[in-house]
């Protein structure tokens, strides 16, 4: 993984409230009514950890293949036993454990493709999955070279739309029914990104039979 210094940056503002966190407040009121006490959450991408503020009830896990996103998240939250963090690359395999919440926030578009990565995301869902991503009508997979001149001839940036239908098939498939919800930080407008036109939106899906193995 290549951290662009910038883009550390704007996660240690978010981690110490110095900008403000623009999902995690909309997120948080989509999922009010499934939030009960002693429930777990998952954030696959959790970069330095910030949305387990949002969570302060949840027992947390952030999950992510960037060493230093983590080191950066466990000194900030070294004094609550409520938040740990794990390095775990989600394009291999699910979580071990399924928790009742995943969060998933800006991370399909960057894989390769929607599957594994979505896959094995549902698979570590123990009730409700809440993804906020890039979406349209038809898949359209786009790269871009890294934003780095050092790796720009060796490794390649996805910002990839998916299409409705296949996000929903693959939902239904694992036993999960969902609902699109417009993202309010971007109103659901498309937005020009990285030479092409990508629009987010929120997925929230419920697992039709919740009462399966969702320890923490």
Not at 24 to 52: F, H, W
Not at 91 to 107: G, K, Q, S, T
Not at 144 to 154: E, G, H, M, N
Not at 170 to 189: A, C, K, M, N, Q
Request: aromatic share 10%.
């Amino acid at each position: 993984m290549v951290t662009a210094t910038d883009y550390l940056d704007l996660l240690i503002q978010r981690l110490n409230d110095e900008i403000p966190l623009t999902w995690i407040a909309p997120a948080r009121q989509i999922l009010e009514p499934d939030i009960q006490p002693q429930m777990s959450l998952l954030d696959v991408g959790c970069a330095t950890g910030y949305a387990a503020k949002a969570f302060p009830e949840l027992d947390y896990l952030g999950v992510d293949v960037e060493e230093k996103y983590l080191e950066i998240a466990r000194i900030h939250f070294a004094k609550n036993n409520r938040v740990n963090f794990l390095s775990h690359d989600v394009l291999r395999e699910p979580i071990d454990n399924r928790r009742d919440i995943v969060i998933l926030n800006a991370v399909l578009e960057h894989c390769s493709t929607l599957n594994p990565a979505f896959e094995n995301v549902i698979a570590s869902t123990g009730k409700v999955l809440l993804i906020r991503t890039f979406l349209g009508e038809s898949q359209q997979i786009h790269t871009v070279p890294s934003p780095k001149p050092a790796f720009a001839d060796k490794v390649r940036k996805f910002s990839n739309q998916y299409a409705f239908m296949d996000v929903f098939r693959t939902l239904e498939r694992h036993g999960f029914e969902g609902t699109v919800i417009r993202d309010r930080y971007t109103d659901s407008l498309p937005r020009y990104v990285d030479g092409s036109m990508r629009t987010f939106y929120f997925v929230k899906a419920t697992r039709r039979d919740s009462t399966g193995d969702n320890r923490s």
